[in-house]
C-alpha cells in the first residue's frame, strides 16, 4: 500500500496524507489528520526539459499541464484551476490531437522549462566563508585544511569571498596582491549596507546614486570593486591567516561576535550581488558571546540555556538574539542570499537562536563537535562536489501554488518563507508561513521537501452543492530556481486528487491515506506547534489526535479494547505515533536547545522516507547463520552472536553483541580459517558506507560500538524497552533497559483503553 | 632604606656616579648628528662631547685634586696679580688654538679640575681670585693652554662680542681688578674704536684681539658702533664705561670683595655673565648696589646703564651713574630722551618726543627719529659661545644664573641648574604687593629634562630603597638641601610647609658644628639641587610602561602625490635605526586615509597582514596584540613594510582623510601599554570623528565674521578632539604631529592633542619632498632619541606665602595640583605661575621644588626633584636687579601665545606692551633716581624688554595678516619653546655669510646683525634663523664668485627655489655648513632652509623680520621707545 503512494512520489515528488480528499471543510476536520502535502520540488526524476517558457492562463498564472483542456481548433485552452479560456499564442508549434505540446502529455506532470537569458550573462554561484577564529589552534588546523579542500572541490567558475570572525569581523581583500589585506569590523556593532559601502569604498570612483536601493553594478558599483572582495574561486587563494589573537582569561569564553558576522557578511553579499545566489556559508566553533546576538555571558561559569529555561523565559539574551536573525533572514531573503551553518563545537553555538535565518532561507546545517569530524568534513565535501550523489545545489527559488478554488492553503512548514502574496487561496487559519500563495527559497536541493497544508473550503453538506463535472481537485506547484549551472528553470507539477463526500466518505478516504507521510506532517507540527506556542503540551497533543483518529476510523464495541478493530490503511500509524512520543522532537529535555534546532531544522527540509527514520529507525540483524534481515525495534532484538544495525537517520550504529566483540577482540577476523566472521563483521560497515553515501546533505554520525558499552547507548535509547528490569523474557545475550517509560504494548493497551472507554 | 653610615657595606645605595639612565646616550649623540644631514660619519667630536654629560670620568665628581695635579710648569707665581695680566693675554692664545668645541669639553682631566671649583682649598688663601685658573697653573699658560685653561680659553672664542676681548684678556685681571676696585676704568672701551681694546690694560697682543673684535662689532656696535660721537662720551668717567662695553667685565664686581675667594674661582674667566649676581647676595647690605654702582646686575652690563640725551647729563653713555651720580647706581639703563638735545651728541640716544608731557620736549614729531642714534639704544650683546662656570649656590645664598642663551656649566651646589627651572625674578618680593609695584611677572620656567652641558656632572639617582624617598609628612615634599635637620638629626623641618618631622631611624645622622648633618656632602639628596629618586612600587599604578613609538602616515591622495607619504616612510626607515635599544622598545605602523590601516608585524607571519579599520566614526583598535610589536623583532618586516607603503598607495584615488579617528583607534592599540604616537598628516581631516572643515576659507568670504572674530580661528574648531586629547592622555599616549601640508589643515584644532598629551606639532609648510626630507628625518630622529620620560605627573611645590596659580606648556590637567605629561621630552618647557597668599620674612627663603615621577625609555620608575631656593626681599630695587630678562620674555611670550586665542589682536599686542610699560614706570617711579622726564630709564637687567616686546607684537603669531595656521603653528611652538629660545623666535640672529671665510678659525659663528634693514647690502649674503627656520637672502649684486662657492651656481637665478644646502670644495662653503650645523646644534633642530632674492615674495618674507624697521603694522624700534617712553611720562604725570 505504501508502494502506490512511493510511486506517485516519484513521479511528481509529492506525497500526501490523504490521496483522497474529503469534499467538505466540516469533514475535513473529522479526519484529524490535516490535509497536507509533502512536496520535494527539485525531486531528481527523468522529466523532460523544456527550451522554453511556460505558457499561462492569464487571470490565474496557472501553467499549461495536462490537466487543461485543449481545445485544438480553437486554439484555445481552459485552465482547470479558474476555467479561464486562454488562446494559444501563434508562435506554439504547430498544434494538433496528434502532435500535443510536450507539456500535455498525461505522463508530463511534472515538467522543467528553462529560461533563456538574454540581458544578463549568467550568473555564477558565490560562497562567502564566513569563518570563526575563536577557536583552539587544533580545530583551526582542521578547519584550514577542511576550507582548502573545499576551495579545491569549488567549480571554477564559483565566486568566492572570506569574512573571517573573533572579537572582530575581517572582511578579507582577497584581489589586494601586495599583502594580506583585512577591513576590520567592530564585533560589536551592526552595520547597514549603507554603511558597508562607505566604509568599504566602493564609490570611489563613481558618484553614489542619490535614490532608490543602492546596490550591485546596476547602481555603479564597479566591477573591480567588487572583485576585490569576491572573485574567481581560480584567482583566490586565500589563507586563513591566524587565529583570533585577542587574550581570553581563562575564567572566560572567548570574545565571539557571530552576529555582526553574519551580518557584515549578509550586507557585503547585499552590496555586491543583490539577488544573485549566493551562500554565506558560516563555520562557528562557539557560541557568540558579543555583538548584537550574544547567546551566553563571557563568563565561563554560566551554564548554557536548557530548553527548561527557555521554557521559563528564564534567558537574558535569547530573546533578542532571535529577533536579530529574524531580521537578519529578512534581509538575506530580499537579497536571495542563503545561510549555511556548519556548527562544529562542544559548546552550544546559538543554532537554536539563528534557526530562523537558517531554515528560512534554505541553508544547509551541520553540526557536530568538532571539525575534525567526519560529519563536517564529509557535510562540506558534499556541498561542493559533482558526482552521482550531488545534491543538487539551487539558488534563488520562487514556489507557487496554484489550486482547485475550494482548497485555501494554510501554510508551509519547511525551508521557504513568505513572500507575502496574498490571494484567494489562502486560508484564514494559517500553519507555518502562510497567508501567502508564494514563497521564497533562496537555497534549495534536490531533497528540500516542503510540507504545505490545505483546508477545504467548502462549507455544509456536500449533497447540496453543485459541483463542476469533475470530482477532482487540482494542485500545481511551480518552482522557480536557479539551477547550479547558474541558469533560470521552472520546475512545474501539477496533480489531481479525487474528493469524496457524503455519507460513505469515511470509507472512501481509506485507500487514501498515506501513514508514512501523516506521521510526518504531524511530526512537523508538532515542532512547529511546540515552538510557537508557549502553552502546547505535545503529549496530550498526540494521545488526543491518536484516539481521536481512530475512533473515528476503528471499529469497537465500548470498553471491549480487545474488539478494536481498524483498516490496515492505519496499522502502522499508532506504533508510529508512540516513536514520535518518544523522538528528539517531542522529548527535547534530552537534548540541548541547539540540537534540538538541528534536528528540527534538518525534519523540516527531509523527505518523507528519510524523516520517518527519524521517528522510527530501522534495524537490521546480522548473524553468521542468517542473511541480514530487519528486526523489531525493541530490545528484545538484541541477542548474542548478532550485530546489530541501527538508522535512525541522524546516527548509525553498527553494535556488537558481547560474543562478536569478544571474538573480534581476540582477532578472529584476521585470521584466514574465519573469513565468514570477517565477512560478517564488514557487512553492516558496507551497508553504512552505503547509507551514509545516498544519504544526501546530511551526514549521519556513525558510532560503532559494543554491547554494555557507553556509546550503546544510542541504539538503547531508540528501541522499545519492552524489556524492562524485572521482565522475564529475556533473550540470551539480551539487554534490559533501565527507564520509567512505557513500551510499545503497554502504549497500545491504555490507548485501546482509552478509545473504547470514550 | 638609605645607609646609615658611611662605610657600611651598602655605602650609599643608590648614590653611585649612576650613568643616569635617562638621558641615552644615543640620543645625545644623536641630538648632535641631528644637526648632520647626511653623513653621521662625519659627526665632528661634539657628538661625544655630549656624551660626556653622563658621567664623564669618575673622578671628576671628587676629584678636587684636579687642579693641583694639573701638570702645569712650574708654579712660578702662585699669587694672581702679576700674572694676573699676562694670563688673561694668553688666554687670548688659546682662542685660536682651543677649538671651542671641543676644547673645553673634551679635556678631561684638566676640565674638571677648574669646574670642581674645588681646588681653592690650596690656593684660595693665597690666590683668592686667581682660583679659577687654578693659581699655579695660569701662569703657565703662557706657555701653553694648560688643560684646565681650555675650558676658558675657550670661552673667549665664542664669546667675542662682548666678552671674548675683555674676557680672554681679562681673566685675570679683571679678577684682579675688582679687587682692587674699579679696575675697569683702565678701559675706556669707547675711546678708541672697536680696535681699541687696547685700553685694556693687559690688552694682548693684537693676535688675541682681532677675534673678539670680529664678533663683537655688531652686538657692541651700539656702544662702539658710536665712535664719532664718542666724544660726549668720552666725557663719561672711564670708570662707568666699562660696564657698557664690557658686560664682559662684571667680573669685577663686589663679588668678590663679599665673598670668599675660593668660590670665585669658577667666575673669574667667565666672570662676564655669570658673575654679577652672586655679588648682590653677597653683599651685605641689600642697598649695597646702590651706592656700588658696581652693580651690574644684568650679565652684560655690569654697570647700570643709563643712556641719555646729552643734555640730560654730560655724561651720555655714561649712565654710569658712578662717576657722575652716584646714587644712582642701582642697576638701570637710562635712555635718555630729551628733545633739547644737544647738537653734538646727535646720534646720541637723545630723542626729541612729542610728548606734550614732557616738560622738556616741546619739538615737533617728525624730528624724533633722527634725533635718536639708533645705534646707541640697548641691542642684544652677542652670548659668547664658550661656557662660563655657573655655581648655583654660593656662600648659602643662590646666584644669579647666566643668561639662557650663554654658554654654561652649571654646578649643582645646592639649587637646581636654571636649565631646569629658571624664575622671572631672582628674588622673591616679600609681599603680593610689593611684585605688584614692580610690575613684573613671578614664574618659573620648568624644563625638566632641559639639556645639560657635556661637562655638567650628571644628575645622581638616590634610592632609598624599599621605604621609598623621604618626604614631608603633611606636604609631601621630598627631601632637599633646604630641609632642616633639628634636635641632633632626630626631626627635621620641611622647608616648604614648615611641619616637623621625625627623622627615620635609619635615616639618622648627627650635626655637625655647622648646624649641618655630617653627611650632607655624601648624600645628594642633601647637597645637588636637582636629584632623582628611584620610585618604589608606590608610586605604580602598574608596571612601568615600554618605550613605545607607534608611527600614523596619512596616504590619502594629496600626501602620496606630494611626496609627504615617501618622505615620512623614509624618515621612520631610518630614524627606526635610533630607537632605544632593548627588548622593551615596541613599535607599531598604521596608516591612514578615509579609513584607518594596520599592519601586524608580527615575525611568524610572512608578510605583514594589512588590517583596514573602516569605520571611522566609531573606531576600534583590529587587533589586541601583534599591531605594537618588540622592536627588533619587527625590524626587517616594518622596514620592508615602510618600503612598500609609498607603493602601495601610489594609485589611491582616496582624497578623504581620517586623521582624527586614525589617532584615537591607534591610541586604543595603545591602551595597554602608551606611548608615543608620531603622526604624519598632509591635509586636513575630512571624514570620521573629530573631522574639521575648511574654516579659514569660510573666514575669509564671510568677512564681517571673519574681522570680528578672526581670532575664533584660531581656537579648536570644537570640543571633540579635546575630550578625545583627554582620553589620549588617560592613555598615556603622547601625540605628535608632523604636518607636512600645502593647505590649510586647521592646526588650531588639531595642536589641541598634543598640547594636552605633551606632545608637539612640526610644521613643514609649503612641504617640499625635496628640501624638507631631510628636517623631516632629522626631526624625527631628534625626536625619539632626545631625553624624555612616559607616564609623567608632575607637581611644583613652593614655600607657603607663595602657591602655584597655573601651569602653562602641553600636558593634561585633570587635578588642580599635578599635572599628566603622558610624555616629557628635553625641549618642552613648563611654565609655572605663582601668586602670594602670605608674607615672607625679609632674609628668609623662599623654595621652590618641581618634582616629577616618570619612567624612563628602559622602564624604570623615577621621580626627578629639582629645587630652588631663592632670598626674599622687600626692596623693590632688587627686584629688578635680579631680574631675569630671558625668562620674563618668556613669560610675556607665552601668556601673549595664551591670549591670542582668545582675544582680539590689538588687544593682545596692546596689552604686552602694557606689561613693558607697566614694568618701566614701576622702576622709572619707584628706583631710578634721575629725576629728569626727559629721560627713559630703564633697569639694567630688562634693557632689551622693549626691543624684545617689539619685536612680539610684530611676531608671527600677533600679526593679523598670517595664514591662520602660522598662526597657530606658531602658538604652539611658543608654548612649549625652552627660554634660551624664546627671543630667537621673534627676534632671529642674522649674519652675514658673503665673508665667513675671512672668519678667524675656530670660530663657528659669525658676530650677528642687528635685525634692520641698514644692515643688508645687496652685496651681502645673510644668513636668519630663528631655531626652527633659517632664512639666506642673496643680495642683488652678489660676487658670483662668492655664489659660484655657497651655491655652486653662477648666478641668484641660477639658485634653484627649493634649495639644499651642499657643501663645495672651498673654505667658504665649508665654514657655511659648519656653521650650520653649529647652529643646528645649539637649537637642537634642524633648520628648515629657504632661499631669500630681493624683490621676490621670499625676499619680503626676509624683511618682515627686519623687527626694528618701521612697517605697515608696527613701529620702528626706535618709534617704540618714543612711545614707551612717552606713555611712562604720561603715567607718571
Redesign the interface.
Same mark, same amino acid.
Given at each position: 500500500m505504501t508502494e502506490e503512494f512511493m510511486d506517485l512520489e516519484q513521479k511528481d515528488g509529492i506525497r500526501m496524507t490523504w490521496n483522497v480528499l474529503p469534499g467538505t471543510g466540516q469533514e475535513a476536520t473529522n479526519i484529524i489528520i490535516p490535509i497536507a502535502a509533502i512536496y520535494t520540488p527539485l525531486k531528481p526524476s527523468p522529466m523532460t526539459l523544456l527550451p522554453y517558457s511556460p505558457l499561462r492562463c492569464s487571470p490565474c498564472r496557472a501553467v499549461l499541464s495536462p490537466f487543461s483542456v485543449l481545445d485544438y481548433v480553437a486554439e484555445i485552452w481552459t485552465c482547470p484551476f479558474c476555467y479561464s479560456r486562454n488562446r494559444f499564442p501563434s508562435y506554439y508549434p504547430s498544434l494538433s490531437q496528434q502532435n500535443p505540446p510536450t507539456e500535455l502529455l498525461p505522463e508530463h506532470t511534472t515538467v522543467e522549462y528553462q529560461f533563456q537569458h538574454h540581458q544578463y550573462s549568467i550568473p555564477t554561484p558565490v560562497y562567502l566563508f564566513v569563518v570563526d577564529t575563536c577557536v583552539i589552534e587544533e580545530e583551526f588546523e582542521f578547519l584550514k585544511s577542511a576550507l582548502c579542500q573545499a576551495l579545491h572541490l569549488i567549480p571554477d567558475n564559483a565566486i568566492v569571498g572570506l569574512i573571517t570572525f573573533g !572579537? +572582530?569581523v $575581517?572582511v578579507h581583500?582577497l584581489g *589586494?596582491p601586495?599583502?594580506?589585506? !583585512? +577591513?576590520? *569590523? &567592530?564585533g &560589536?556593532?551592526e552595520?547597514t549596507k549603507d554603511?558597508?559601502l562607505d $566604509? /568599504?569604498?566602493f564609490f /570611489?570612483?563613481t558618484p553614489r546614486p542619490t535614490v532608490g536601493v543602492v546596490a550591485g553594478p546596476r547602481d555603479g558599483l564597479s566591477a573591480e570593486s567588487i572583485r576585490r572582495f569576491l572573485l574567481p574561486a581560480t584567482d583566490c587563494q586565500f589563507l586563513l591567516?591566524?587565529m583570533d589573537?585577542?587574550?581570553v582569561p581563562s575564567d572566560e569564553r572567548p570574545t565571539r561576535c557571530t552576529g555582526t558576522a553574519l551580518n557584515v557578511a549578509a550586507c557585503l553579499l547585499g552590496a555586491c550581488v543583490p539577488g544573485s545566489g549566493a551562500r554565506i556559508m558560516a563555520f562557528v566553533g562557539g557560541p557568540s558571546t558579543k555583538g548584537p546576538a550574544p547567546i551566553i555571558s563571557k563568563t565561563l561559569s554560566e551554564p548554557f540555556r536548557t530548553h527548561n529555561d527557555l521554557k521559563k523565559d528564564n534567558v537574558p539574551f535569547y530573546d533578542k538574539a532571535v529577533e536579530f536573525y529574524k531580521n537578519l533572514s529578512k534581509q538575506l531573503l530580499h537579497q536571495c542570499h542563503v545561510l549555511d551553518l556548519f556548527a562544529c563545537a562542544l559548546d552550544q553555538v546559538g543554532v537554536a537562536e539563528m534557526k530562523s535565518a537558517v531554515q528560512r532561507t534554505g541553508g544547509m546545517i551541520v553540526l557536530s563537535e568538532s571539525f575534525g569530524h567526519s560529519i563536517f568534513k564529509d557535510s562540506l565535501r558534499r556541498v561542493f562536489q559533482s558526482t552521482d550523489y550531488d545534491i543538487g545545489l539551487s539558488f534563488n527559488g520562487i514556489f507557487e501554488i496554484n489550486c482547485s478554488k475550494d482548497i485555501k492553503v494554510q501554510g508551509i512548514i519547511g525551508p521557504c518563507a513568505s513572500l507575502e502574496r496574498k490571494g484567494r487561496l489562502c486560508s484564514d487559519s494559517v500553519i507555518g508561513e502562510g497567508n501567502t500563495i508564494a514563497w521564497k527559497m533562496c537555497g534549495l536541493d534536490n531533497q528540500t521537501s516542503l510540507c504545505i497544508f490545505f483546508d477545504i473550503a467548502t462549507i455544509g453538506d456536500f449533497n447540496e452543492i453543485v459541483r463542476s463535472e469533475s470530482n477532482q481537485f487540482y494542485f500545481q506547484f511551480l518552482t522557480y530556481y536557479q539551477h547550479s549551472d547558474g541558469r533560470m528553470r521552472l520546475r512545474s507539477t501539477t496533480i489531481s486528487r479525487k474528493w469524496v463526500s457524503g455519507l460513505s466518505y469515511k470509507q472512501d478516504l481509506l485507500p487514501g491515506f498515506d501513514q508514512e507521510a501523516a506521521i510526518i506532517v504531524m511530526t512537523r507540527l508538532v515542532s512547529f506547534k511546540m515552538e510557537t506556542e508557549p502553552a502546547f503540551d505535545p503529549i496530550r497533543w498526540i494521545d488526543r489526535s491518536l484516539i481521536r483518529l481512530c475512533s473515528w476510523f476503528g471499529d469497537y464495541q465500548k470498553d471491549r479494547p480487545s474488539s478494536f478493530n481498524i483498516s490496515p490503511r492505519f496499522s502502522n500509524f499508532p506504533e508510529y505515533m508512540f516513536y514520535l512520543r518518544r523522538s528528539q522532537f517531542v522529548q527535547v529535555s534530552n537534548n540541548s536547545p541547539d540540537e534540538t534546532a538541528y534536528f528540527r531544522i534538518v525534519l523540516n527540509r527531509e523527505n518523507v522516507s528519510n524523516s520517518i527514520l527519524m521517528i522510527q529507525p530501522t534495524l537490521i540483524s546480522y548473524s553468521l547463520d542468517l542473511s541480514p534481515k530487519p528486526v523489531p525495534l525493541d530490545v528484545t532484538s538484541i541477542a548474542d552472536g548478532k550485530i546489530l544495525l541501527l538508522d535512525s537517520y541522524f546516527t548509525i550504529v553498527i553494535f556488537h553483541s558481547t560474543t562478536i566483540a569478544h571474538w573480534r577482540k581476540a582477532g578472529y577476523h584476521k585470521q584466514t580459517e574465519f573469513e565468514a566472521f570477517a565477512a560478517l563483521l564488514q557487512a553492516p560497515h558496507n551497508e553504512a558506507d552505503r547509507i551514509i553515501k545516498e544519504r544526501g546533505s546530511t551526514v549521519p554520525r556513525l558510532v560503532i560500538c559494543d554491547q554494555y558499552s557507553s556509546q550503546a547507548r544510542f541504539l538503547l535509547a531508540k528501541l522499545n524497552p519492552s524489556v524492562m528490569h524485572g521482565s522475564d523474557n529475556r533473550p540470551p545475550g539480551g539487554e534490559v533497559i533501565i527507564t520509567d517509560d512505557v513500551g510499545f504494548q503497554e502504549f497500545m493497551d491504555h490507548l485501546l483503553q482509552r478509545i473504547t472507554n470514550v | 632604606m638609605a645607609s646609615t653610615q658611611p662605610p657600611p657595606t651598602r655605602p650609599r645605595p643608590g648614590y653611585g656616579t649612576n650613568p643616569n639612565p635617562n638621558p641615552n646616550l644615543n640620543s645625545l649623540v644623536g641630538s648632535v648628528q641631528n644637526m648632520q644631514i647626511g653623513n653621521r660619519p662625519s659627526q665632528p667630536p661634539p657628538g661625544p662631547a655630549y656624551v660626556g654629560g653622563i658621567p664623564p670620568q669618575p673622578n671628576n665628581h671628587f676629584g678636587p685634586p684636579g687642579p693641583i695635579v694639573r701638570p702645569g710648569p712650574p708654579p712660578p707665581h702662585s699669587s694672581a696679580r702679576p700674572v694676573g695680566a699676562p694670563a688673561g693675554f694668553v688666554a687670548g692664545r688659546p682662542l685660536s688654538a682651543p677649538m671651542v668645541n671641543n676644547g673645553p669639553f673634551t679635556s678631561p682631566p684638566g676640565g674638571p679640575g677648574p669646574f670642581r671649583g674645588n681646588p681653592p682649598q690650596t690656593i684660595s688663601s693665597t690666590s683668592g681670585n686667581q682660583g679659577p685658573f687654578s693659581g699655579g697653573p695660569v701662569p703657565q699658560t703662557l706657555n701653553g693652554p694648560s688643560a684646565s685653561q681650555t675650558p676658558f680659553s675657550g670661552a673667549p672664542m665664542t664669546q667675542p662680542a662682548v666678552s671674548g676681548g675683555p674676557f680672554a684678556s681679562h681673566p685675570p685681571p679683571s679678577s684682579q681688578t675688582p679687587l682692587g676696585g674699579r679696575s675697569l676704568p683702565v678701559r675706556p672701551p669707547f675711546s678708541g674704536p672697536p680696535s681699541s681694546q687696547p685700553p685694556f690694560p693687559g690688552a694682548p697682543p693684537q693676535s688675541s684681539r682681532p677675534p673678539m673684535m670680529a664678533a663683537p662689532p655688531t652686538s657692541q656696535s651700539p656702544f662702539m658702533g658710536p665712535v664719532p660721537s664718542q666724544p660726549s662720551i668720552t666725557s663719561t668717567p672711564p670708570a662707568s664705561q666699562p660696564p657698557f662695553i664690557g658686560g664682559p667685565f662684571p667680573m669685577f664686581r663686589q663679588p668678590f670683595p663679599g665673598r670668599p675667594p675660593s668660590s670665585q674661582l669658577p667666575y673669574g674667566p667667565g666672570a662676564g655673565q655669570a658673575m654679577p649676581n652672586p655679588s648682590f647676595p653677597g653683599a651685605p647690605p641689600p642697598s649695597q648696589p646702590f651706592n656700588q654702582m658696581p652693580q651690574p646686575p644684568s650679565h652684560q652690563f655690569p654697570g647700570s646703564q643709563m643712556v641719555r640725551g646729552p643734555p640730560g647729563s654730560g655724561i651720555s653713555h655714561g649712565s654710569q651713574p658712578w662717576s657722575s651720580q652716584t646714587t644712582q647706581s642701582s642697576p638701570q639703563g637710562m635712555l635718555g630722551m630729551s628733545s633739547t638735545m644737544a647738537p653734538p651728541p646727535p646720534r646720541m640716544y637723545g630723542m626729541a618726543t612729542q610728548a606734550p608731557v614732557s616738560p622738556m620736549m616741546g619739538h615737533s614729531p617728525g624730528s624724533t627719529p633722527s634725533k635718536i642714534d639708533p645705534s646707541q639704544v640697548p641691542r642684544p650683546m652677542p652670548s659668547g659661545s664658550s661656557p662660563v662656570i655657573f655655581e648655583t649656590r654660593i656662600g648659602g645664598q643662590a646666584s644669579i644664573p647666566p643668561p639662557a642663551t650663554s654658554d654654561f656649566i652649571v654646578r649643582d651646589t645646592g639649587n637646581c641648574s636654571p636649565r631646569y627651572m629658571r624664575s622671572t625674578i631672582n628674588q622673591i618680593p616679600c609681599t603680593g604687593d610689593l611684585l605688584s609695584t614692580s610690575a613684573l611677572q613671578l614664574s618659573l620656567l620648568v624644563q625638566p629634562f632641559a639639556l645639560p652641558h657635556p661637562s655638567e656632572e650628571p644628575i645622581q639617582v638616590v634610592d632609598f630603597g624599599e621605604s621609598g624617598p623621604l618626604r614631608c609628612s603633611r606636604c609631601k615634599g621630598y627631601i632637599n638641601p633646604f630641609m632642616k635637620f633639628i634636635e641632633q638629626g632626630r626631626r627635621f623641618v620641611c622647608n616648604l610647609c614648615g611641619s616637623v618631622d621625625q627623622t627615620p631611624r635609619d635615616y639618622l645622622c648627627n650635626l655637625g658644628p655647622d648646624g649641618r648633618r655630617r653627611d650632607v656632602d655624601e648624600r645628594p639628596e642633601l647637597c645637588r639641587g636637582t636629584v632623582e629618586f628611584v620610585a618604589t612600587k608606590e608610586y605604580m599604578v602598574r608596571d612601568p610602561m615600554p618605550a613605545v613609538f607607534f608611527f600614523l602616515i596619512d596616504v590619502s591622495m594629496n600626501a602620496v602625490q606630494t611626496g609627504a607619504t615617501a618622505a615620512a616612510c623614509s624618515a621612520i626607515s631610518q630614524a627606526i635605526a635610533d630607537l632605544p635599544e632593548g627588548p622593551r622598545t615596541k613599535v607599531g605602523v598604521a596608516t591612514y586615509d578615509s579609513t584607518i590601516h594596520f599592519y601586524n608585524l608580527k615575525r611568524s607571519l610572512q608578510q605583514p597582514l594589512m588590517l583596514i579599520v573602516p569605520d571611522v566614526q566609531d573606531v576600534y583598535t583590529p587587533l589586541h596584540t601583534d599591531i605594537v610589536v618588540q622592536f627588533p623583532e619587527c625590524r626587517q618586516p616594518l622596514e620592508q613594510l615602510l618600503e612598500n607603503i609609498p607603493i602601495m598607495f601610489e594609485n589611491t584615488k582616496i582624497a578623504e582623510s581620517a586623521l582624527c579617528a586614525a589617532m584615537k583607534a591607534c591610541s586604543l592599540s595603545m591602551k595597554p601599554t602608551g606611548g608615543k604616537l608620531l603622526v604624519f598628516q598632509s591635509v586636513l581631516p575630512s571624514v570620521g570623528i573629530g573631522s574639521l572643515t575648511s574654516r579659514e576659507a569660510e573666514g575669509r568670504t564671510n568677512i564681517s565674521i571673519g574681522e570680528k572674530e578672526a581670532h575664533k580661528l584660531l581656537q579648536p574648531a570644537d570640543k571633540n578632539l579635546k575630550t578625545m586629547a583627554i582620553e589620549f592622555a588617560e592613555y598615556q599616549v603622547c601625540v605628535d604631529i608632523f604636518i607636512s601640508s600645502q593647505t590649510y589643515v586647521d592646526i588650531a584644532s588639531i595642536s589641541v592633542i598634543p598640547r594636552t598629551t605633551g606632545g608637539q606639532v612640526y610644521y613643514y609648510y609649503p612641504f617640499s619632498a625635496l628640501s624638507d626630507s631631510a628636517k623631516l628625518y632629522n626631526d624625527l630622529r631628534w625626536n625619539v632619541t632626545r631625553p624624555q620620560g612616559f607616564e609623567a605627573v608632575m607637581r611644583v611645590r613652593c614655600t607657603q606665602g607663595l602657591q602655584v596659580q597655573d601651569y602653562f606648556g602641553n600636558f593634561c590637567k585633570r587635578i588642580p595640583t599635578d599635572i599628566d605629561l603622558p610624555g616629557i621630552d628635553s625641549d618642552k618647557t613648563i611654565m609655572v605661575t605663582f601668586k602670594h597668599d602670605d608674607k615672607f620674612q625679609e632674609g628668609s627663603e623662599c623654595a621652590f621644588q618641581c618634582a616629577i615621577l616618570y619612567t624612563t625609555v628602559y622602564g624604570q620608575r623615577r621621580i626627578r626633584v629639582s629645587n630652588l631656593s631663592l632670598p626674599c626681599t622687600s626692596m623693590l630695587s632688587n627686584i629688578f636687579r635680579s631680574a631675569d630678562l630671558d625668562s620674563h620674555f618668556a613669560t610675556f611670550l607665552k601668556r601673549a601665545a595664551n591670549d591670542v586665542p582668545t582675544n582680539p589682536l590689538s588687544h593682545v599686542r596692546e596689552q604686552v606692551t602694557n606689561l613693558c610699560i607697566n614694568t618701566l614706570h614701576a622702576y622709572r617711579k619707584y628706583c631710578a633716581t634721575v629725576s629728569s622726564t626727559g629721560q627713559l630709564i630703564l633697569p639694567e637687567t630688562l634693557k632689551l624688554l622693549p626691543l624684545y616686546t617689539l619685536a612680539l607684537t610684530k611676531s608671527v603669531g600677533l600679526l593679523a595678516d598670517g595664514r591662520f595656521d602660522d598662526r597657530s603653528y606658531w602658538i604652539n611652538r611658543a608654548f612649549i619653546l625652552s627660554t634660551a629660545l624664546c627671543v630667537p623666535l621673534v627676534y632671529p640672529r642674522m649674519i652675514a655669510i658673503q665673508d665667513l671665510a675671512s672668519m678667524e678659525d675656530g670660530m663657528l659663528v659669525p658676530p650677528v646683525l642687528s635685525l634692520s634693514s641698514d644692515q643688508v647690502t645687496d652685496d651681502g649674503i645673510y644668513f636668519l634663523e630663528n631655531g626652527e627656520d633659517a632664512l639666506v637672502y642673496v643680495g642683488n649684486s652678489v660676487d658670483t664668485d662668492v655664489l659660484q662657492k655657497i651655491f655652486g651656481a653662477s648666478s641668484i637665478d641660477a639658485i634653484p627655489t627649493q634649495f639644499v644646502l651642499k657643501q663645495y670644495d672651498n673654505e667658504l662653503s665649508k665654514k657655511l655648513n659648519e656653521m650650520v650645523s653649529e647652529i643646528q646644534r645649539q637649537r637642537c633642530s634642524y633648520l628648515r632652509l629657504r632661499l631669500c632674492k630681493k624683490d621676490d615674495p621670499s625676499g619680503i618674507l626676509f624683511f618682515s623680520y627686519m623687527i626694528e624697521d618701521k612697517t605697515p603694522s608696527g613701529l620702528s624700534y626706535l618709534d617704540f621707545l618714543v612711545r614707551l617712553h612717552r606713555q611712562i611720562q604720561t603715567k607718571m604725570a
Open positions: !572579537t +572582530h $575581517q581583500e *589586494f601586495q599583502m594580506p589585506k !583585512t +577591513h576590520v *569590523f &567592530n &560589536n556593532k552595520v554603511q558597508l $566604509q /568599504l569604498c /570611489l570612483e591567516t591566524s589573537p585577542w587574550y | -
